[in-house]
Nanobody, 128 residues
Framework: QVQLVESGGGSVQPGGSLRLSCAAS????????MHWVRQAPGKGFEWISF????????DYADSVKDRFITSRDNANNILFLQMNNLTPGDTATYYC?????????????????????WGRGTQVTVSS
């Protein structure tokens, strides 16, 4: 079955960096576009990034553009999220999500668990 396991979260000071990883198994990773979504305490899901199957096209929410970089290693079935210049507003649980191409647009507009396969998430806390 599809398994997505995020790692790399933790506590960091404002201005710091973290690199999240998402290990994928149970499906042909190289054939699927992948998304990152986060959920801040007491808030709904926020779409933050996607990357296409080959890994040569990515897009970002305005809130993270120019600070976050999504990449993937299709040979080893791993998705990455490099997060730079972190602020307290980035504090959230971060999820990687496999979403079918036909659901991708809808998922970007309003992330829902029913539209993809989700990992369990990794917590990122940014505070001084």
């Amino acid at each position: 079955q599809v398994q997505l396991v995020e790692s790399g979260g933790g506590s960091v000071q404002p201005g710091g960096s973290l690199r999240l990883s998402c290990a994928a198994s149970g499906f042909t990773f190289s054939q699927y576009l992948m998304h990152w979504v986060r959920q801040a305490p007491g808030k709904g899901f926020e779409w933050i990034s996607f990357i296409n199957a080959p890994g040569n096209n990515a897009d970002y929410a305005d809130s993270v553009k120019d600070r976050f970089i999504t990449s993937r290693d299709n040979a080893n079935n791993i998705l990455f999220l490099q997060m730079n210049n972190l602020t307290p507003g980035d504090t959230a649980t971060y999820y990687c999500v496999r979403v079918s191409t036909w659901n991708s647009h809808s998922f970007r507009m309003a992330p829902q668990r029913s539209l993809g396969s989700w990992g369990r998430g990794t917590q990122v806390t940014v505070s001084s």
